[in-house]
C-alpha cells in the first residue's frame, strides 16, 4: 500500500474510533446526568398519595365527652373544648364508671374555680351556684345526649358536683372563640374492596372540626378513628389488639361501610397535633393492609413502597458500570477487526 493510500486509511479509522469513543462519552455522561433525576423521583411520593383536608364554616359542634372512675375526670373525644361563640354544641356525655358523675359549667368567664380554696363540697356548690351554667347529672354506665351554646367568648370552667369528684380531678374547661372564628375540615378518604383506603395518607390542620366522608367501593368494612395520638398500640401488619385500646374502643368517629357505591360522612371532630390511625375493625382486614394515618398539624412521612435514593443510586451505577465495560469491549473488538494487514514478501518477477 502507497503512502497516500495507507494515511487515508489509518485516518478513516481512526475517524470512527473517534465517533464511537463519542457516543460512549455521551451516553456515560447521560447516564451521570439521569441520576439525580432518577433518585429525586424515587423519594417524592405520587400526588395522589397524601389526601388534604379543605375548610368550610359551619355552625355546628359536635363535642364528645367520656367520664372515667380509674382516672378521674371529663376526656374529650378529640379536643372538641373549643368552639365558636352563637353556635350549637351538640353535647354527648359518657359515663364509663359506676359511680354518679356530673357536668356542671360554671358561667363566670375566664375565672377559675380553686380546688385548694373550695375544697369541700359545700363551698363548690356555693362558688358554682354564684354563676350556675347547664348542669347534667348521669348514673354510672350511662349517656346523655344535649345542646349547649354559648354567646359571650371566653373560657369557662366545667366541674362534677357530685362530692369530692371536683376536687380528685374532675375538672376541664371550654374555649369560646368570637363568632365565625372557627371553621370544620373535610378529609376525602375511599375504601376500596382491596382491602385498603385510598389514600392511606391524611393530613389535616390542628385544633380544627374535621369531617371524615368516606366511599364504600366494597360493603362490609368500618372506618374507625384512633382518638388516642401517636399509639403505640397499634403495629403495622399485626392483628387490632384485645380488647381495643381506649381510643380506638371509645372512638365516636367509627363509620360502618355497609353499602357498596355510598358516601358516609362522620360527626366534626377535633385533632390536637399528633399522628392518628384509622382501620378497619372487622376481624382480619387491619392485618391484611386496611389501614392508614391521619398527620394532624405535621407534614407526613413519605408514603411506604417508595424506593430510596440509595437504592435508585445503586441501579443507576450498576447501568453505567455495564455501558462502561461494553463501550470497552466494543472498542477493542472494533480496534481488532479494524487493524491494517502486516506487509507480506513482494511477489516475484518473471
Not at 369541700?120 to 351554646?149: D, E, I, Q, R, V
Not at 371509645?250 to 371532630?269: F, H, K, R, W
Request: charged share 10%.
Amino acid at each position: 500500500m502507497s503512502g497516500p493510500s495507507r494515511g487515508r486509511s489509518v485516518h478513516r479509522l481512526r475517524s470512527r474510533r473517534g465517533v464511537v469513543s463519542g457516543a460512549l462519552v455521551l451516553l456515560a455522561v447521560g447516564g451521570l446526568l439521569s441520576l439525580p433525576f432518577a433518585a429525586h423521583y424515587g423519594v417524592l411520593p405520587p400526588s395522589e398519595a397524601v389526601g388534604a383536608a379543605h375548610e368550610v364554616a359551619f355552625s355546628v359542634f359536635y363535642a364528645h365527652v367520656m367520664m372515667n372512675d380509674s382516672s378521674p375526670g371529663f376526656y374529650w373525644g378529640s379536643g372538641e373544648n373549643v368552639v365558636s361563640a352563637n353556635s350549637t354544641i351538640a353535647l354527648v356525655l359518657y359515663n364509663n364508671g359506676t359511680t354518679t358523675h356530673s357536668f356542671s359549667v360554671y358561667m363566670l368567664r375566664n375565672q377559675v374555680i380553686s380546688a385548694t380554696t373550695d375544697n369541700t363540697p359545700a363551698k363548690l356548690n356555693t362558688t358554682w351556684a354564684a354563676a350556675p351554667g347547664p348542669n347534667f347529672w348521669l348514673p354510672g354506665g350511662t349517656n346523655l345526649s344535649t345542646t349547649l351554646n354559648f354567646s359571650d367568648p371566653g373560657t369557662y370552667q366545667v366541674v362534677s358536683l357530685y362530692p369530692y369528684q371536683f376536687q380528685s380531678g374532675f375538672t376541664t374547661t371550654i374555649t369560646v372563640l368570637p363568632a365565625g372564628s372557627a371553621t370544620k375540615s373535610y378529609v376525602f378518604d375511599n375504601a376500596t374492596s382491596a382491602l385498603t383506603f385510598v389514600p392511606a395518607i391524611l393530613t389535616a390542620p390542628a385544633n380544627t372540626p374535621i369531617v371524615f366522608e368516606v366511599t364504600a367501593q366494597q360493603g362490609g368494612h368500618t372506618f374507625s378513628l384512633d382518638m388516642t395520638s401517636n399509639d403505640t398500640t397499634l403495629v403495622t401488619g399485626t392483628s387490632l389488639p384485645s380488647p381495643l385500646p381506649p381510643g380506638l374502643a371509645n372512638t365516636p368517629v367509627n363509620l360502618e361501610l355497609n353499602n357498596q357505591g355510598q358516601t358516609y360522612a362522620s360527626a366534626p371532630t377535633i385533632l390536637k397535633a399528633g399522628v392518628y390511625w384509622f382501620v378497619c375493625e372487622i376481624p382480619g382486614h387491619f392485618q391484611q393492609g386496611m389501614w392508614g394515618k391521619i398527620y394532624v398539624g405535621l407534614i407526613p412521612s413519605p408514603p411506604p413502597n417508595v424506593p430510596q435514593i440509595t437504592q435508585v443510586m445503586q441501579y443507576g451505577y450498576l447501568a453505567l458500570a455495564g455501558i462502561i465495560v461494553s463501550g470497552a469491549a466494543f472498542l477493542v473488538l472494533m480496534g481488532q477487526n479494524e487493524r491494517p494487514a502486516l506487509a507480506g514478501p513482494a511477489p516475484r518477477e518473471h
